[in-house]
């Protein structure tokens, strides 16, 4: 088993910033691809980004892709989001995510291995 804990959201004025982390523990955090996602009211959960368990390689959603940078620190155990020029868009439950294939996370989200609880990101206009 994989618990993870996300902290960091909050509210913000739109072109502000924020910083996401995850906390992981349970098996060997160093081994899973880790990833964000985001719900917001009435909509599906939806990717936001993904790195691989090394840290080489990462991917975005376009909405978010020049603005949000994902990074992790496998000695840590924590894997964090920093939202730049944020939108009213953007306003979303934030849910850490962790899975053994990178490209699970990033196409098929219904079956990702282990979520967090979330975290609420509430952006004004």
């Known amino acids: 088993q994989v618990h993870l804990v996300e902290s960091g959201g909050g509210l913000v004025q739109a072109g502000g910033s924020l910083r996401l982390s995850c906390a992981a523990s349970?098996?060997?955090?160093?081994?899973?691809?880790m990833g964000w996602f985001r719900q917001a009211p009435g909509k599906e959960r939806e990717f936001v980004a993904a790195?691989?368990?090394?840290?080489?390689?990462?991917y975005y959603a376009d909405s978010v892709k020049g603005r949000f940078t994902i990074s992790r620190d496998n000695a840590k155990n924590t894997v964090d989001l920093i939202m730049n020029s944020l939108k009213p868009e953007d306003t979303a439950v934030y849910y850490c995510?962790?899975?053994?294939?990178?490209?699970?996370?990033?196409?098929?989200?219904?079956?990702?291995?282990?979520w967090g609880q979330g975290t609420q990101v509430t952006v004004s206009s």
């Open positions: 995510a962790v899975d053994h294939i990178f490209s699970v996370l990033v196409t098929n989200t219904g079956a990702v291995d282990y």
């Open positions: 349970g098996r060997a955090f160093s081994s899973f691809a």
């Open positions: 790195i691989s368990w090394r840290g080489g390689n990462t």
